[in-house]
């Protein structure tokens, strides 16, 4: 744990997130609605068109997550594909992702077009095809009027790099959002996070853990590298519930506040060279409340010295070049992202280490008067 406080840098650090931190989540909440204002009504057009894309519609309890500022995943959620439709076949490489199959063959019947095997090796339902076939819904309402308000501009691409990405112009702002096509296996539980089931922790309690591995997992669909064997029929395992559960926890003190600080702090000052993300902030997060573990250590008159402890393990993840995934540590999350990125992030979140209120008096004063 990181002994670094004082009044000044107390005071400081309130300041930032009561004026940026705040500022920067109402911010957010704005695009989101801006977002659902888009997604849901071509969502709805797309089920008329073709009942097999029949996702949930987009909503506050939705899944979620933020790459860079005006930069989003939106995970669309099957409606009719689940559990009791669908099984997944888990791949010892690349850990973290698996392949898709039918349980019925009336279901493999009808979709079929978007499958690829054949009847000795089975088939699979293809991340790559989904992906191509929604983008050309998309596409085509692109050129349509009506769907959506006249003032609303909207682009569909899909490439093996950033998957399905809707460009939306909206009010004069631009976005980029990440359609991921995403089947909830409700009380399965994969290999690759066997462990974080079995082996004792400080947190989160059984009871909590318990209840994440009986909620189960998403598997999502989107690109993993085009030069892995089966790419075009991987899709990525990915813990949903359970990261929403632990980061929406009750009762966690300031460590949300620390989060958010430094999430800000991101978009503020670490967003170049790119590669850092919100999500990257979360795991660490995670794995800082695990070691962490007493509530009293998270009460608000910790929050400078809890900040400086996520700072350090930012830093010290980055440095190292190693961000395991919290449920699942064999997946790398800094995998894709370039040795030379990860040293230059270092050492910029180093030099706020080593003089933290003196970073922060000096950002303050300069970002005073900018307008959110």
């Known amino acids: 744990m990181n002994g670094i406080s004082g009044s000044k840098f107390d005071i400081c650090l309130a300041d930032y997130l009561e004026s940026r931190a705040m500022a920067h989540l109402k911010r957010y909440s704005k695009v989101l609605q801006k977002v659902e204002k888009v997604v849901n009504p071509l969502l709805k057009e797309i089920k008329k068109r073709e009942k097999r894309l029949n996702f949930e519609p987009m909503s506050p309890d939705g899944f979620f997550r933020v790459r860079q500022q005006n930069v989003l995943e939106v995970f669309l959620i099957f ?139 998403h598997l999502t669909c989107q690109p993993v590298k085009a030069s892995l064997q089966h790419s075009s029929i991987l899709w990525r395992i990915d813990f949903l519930v359970g990261e929403k559960m632990l980061l929406n926890k ?53 929050l400078s010295s809890r900040f400086l402890d996520l700072l350090s393990a930012l830093q010290k993840s980055l440095s190292q070049d190693s961000c395991a995934h919290f449920f699942a540590p064999s997946i790398q999350l800094f995998a894709e992202i370039p040795p030379h990125v990860l040293k230059t992030l270092a050492a910029r979140v180093r030099h706020i280490l080593d003089k933290p209120e003196e970073f922060f008096l000096t950002f303050y004063r300069e970002t005073l008067s900018t307008q959110f």
């Open 79 to 217: 409606k009719k594909l689940d559990s009791s439709k669908v099984s997944f076949v888990e791949m010892d490489s690349p850990t973290g992702t698996a392949f898709v199959s039918s349980k019925a063959a009336k279901l493999q019947k009808s979709w079929l077009d978007l499958m690829e095997g054949g009847s000795n090796q089975g088939f699979f339902l293809s991340s790559e095809r989904l992906r191509e076939y929604l983008c050309s819904f998309l596409q085509d309402l692109s050129k349509e009027k009506g769907i959506l308000d006249s003032k609303i501009w909207f682009h569909c691409t899909n490439n093996d790099k950033d998957g399905l990405v809707l460009n939306v112009s909206y009010e004069g702002e631009q976005l980029f959002v990440h359609l991921i096509p995403t089947i909830f296996l409700k009380t399965v539980w994969p290999n690759c996070a066997s462990m974080w089931k079995k082996v004792l922790f400080r947190w989160p309690e059984d009871s909590i853990r318990q209840k994440i591995v009986d909620e189960g997992i």
């Open 250 to 302: 009750a009762n966690i003190g300031c460590r949300n506040k620390c989060l958010q600080i430094a999430k800000t702090l991101l978009e503020d000052t670490l967003s170049y060279p790119e590669g850092l993300t919100p999500y990257h902030l979360e795991i660490v997060t995670l794995h800082l409340n695990s070691m962490i573990s007493s509530p009293t250590l998270w009460h608000d008159m910790n």
